[in-house]
T-cell receptor, first 110, second 117 residues
């Protein structure tokens, strides 16, 4: 199925540290998106990387995509308590279908 | 711009009752999604509309769930009759029509938390 698998399932770090979460998938994709979900702001789009791109930055976020390995990573630098949330990678194919995995639960402690 | 609006925010019903959720997408967004999210899991796509046509409803339990998107704008999702396992958050999202074959970001509403007792 067109669903990414995030790894690790849970991650706990201290404020100021970097957080890295990975996504692996099995099918071909048009692009890959990362979303964040917390209780305050709900489910929010973070960044989209197209299949012909290898790296993309947005503020403290860096996303990489390796289509040969069918994997992506999301790096959050200098994490803050407000980054505590679940993070999902979402694969998109030709039909605009958005399929979510189980996510990585990130806990940032003070 | 206004976001995706959903109502109600919370609903408690008894099993075998019926319930309906409403979604107003962002103006001009052609694609509308309904997701079911059970506690501790990722959102599961129930149905996807492109304008007022159904693109994908392969995971919609059609014996009890139904959805419509009249005039390609607002949408309603109905459950009849509800079961205990339908307790979840129901999320609506919309996205603009991007370049054919590519996608743009989806914007999500705050969801409706359904509790079936």
């Amino acid at each position: 199925s067109q669903q990414g698998e995030e790894d690790p399932q849970a991650l706990s770090i201290q404020e100021g540290e970097n957080a890295t979460m990975n996504c692996s998938y099995k099918t071909s994709i048009n692009n890959l998106q990362w979303y964040r979900q917390n209780s305050g702001r709900g489910l929010v789009h973070l960044i989209l990387i197209r299949s012909n791109e290898r790296e993309k930055h947005s503020g403290r976020l860096r996303v990489t995509l390796d289509t040969s390995k069918k994997s992506s990573s999301l790096l959050i630098t200098a994490s803050r308590a407000a980054d505590t949330a679940s993070y999902f990678c979402v694969l998109t194919g030709t039909a605009s279908k958005l399929t979510f995995g189980t996510g990585t639960r990130l806990q940032v402690t003070l | 711009e206004a976001g995706v609006a959903q109502s109600p925010r919370y609903k408690i019903i008894e099993k075998r009752q019926s319930v309906a959720f409403w979604c107003n997408p962002i103006s001009g967004h052609a694609t509308l999604y309904w997701y079911q999210q059970i506690l501790g899991q990722g959102p599961k796509l129930l149905i996807q509309f492109q304008n007022n046509g159904v693109v994908d409803d392969s995971q919609l339990p059609k014996d009890r769930f139904s959805a419509e998107r009249l005039k390609g704008v607002d949408s309603t999702l109905k459950i009849q009759p509800a079961k205990l396992e339908d307790s979840a958050v129901y999320l609506c999202a919309s996205s603009a029509r991007g370049t054919p074959g590519l996608n743009t970001e989806a914007f999500f509403g705050q969801g409706t938390r359904l509790t079936v007792v």
